[in-house]
């Protein structure tokens, strides 16, 4: 009997394994690697298993094939990570897996959350006309307050007959704060604001 290990899943487990280990036995391409990469049905996401991703890269071009064959998985019994026809070593794999996924889900923990995304947008707000106090509505701009905004320097832009524009910059979290939301509290001065415009948009 062997053990049949879902593909997403088998994934994960290498992804975990190849986190601090670059070949799956060793610290040489060996017969293990080829025979691992032939039971991958497709190719790994890179954004999701970017370990197992580089292995699988590196595999491919040492063994110049364009996708992995899964009939090759068989060539080699002794190489086979979670199954056997013997029903007790069926039972250390399974013991094994299941210690392997409790490692990979420690490390994550360990590690926490990574850095929230951040971005640096530009705003041009632009005035009813040459007669809108511009420091009045530079003041009513920055009094918007909201977590994961943060507003940086600010100038003045002519436009053209005698008008200017607001040019002011802000550093926003990326999942808290939106430039629509933005743009949507500085249009509700609408005494002194005509209109507002992405400038420009960064990621940070």
Known sequence: MSVSIPSDLFQTILNGY?????FIVGTDFSQADTTVFAAISSAPNASSHPHLSRWFNHVKSQSGSAAPAAAAAEEDDDMD???SD???EDAEAEKLKQQRLAEYAAKKAAKGPGPAAKSMVTLDVKPWDDETDLKELEANVRSI???GLKWGVSQLVAIGYGIKKLRISAVIVDELVSTDLIEEKITEFEDFVQSVDVEAFQKL
């Open 86 to 88: 013997d029903e007790e």
């Open 145 to 147: 307050e909201m977590e």
């Open 81 to 83: 990570l979670f199954g």
């Open 18 to 22: 190849l986190e601090d280990n670059s």
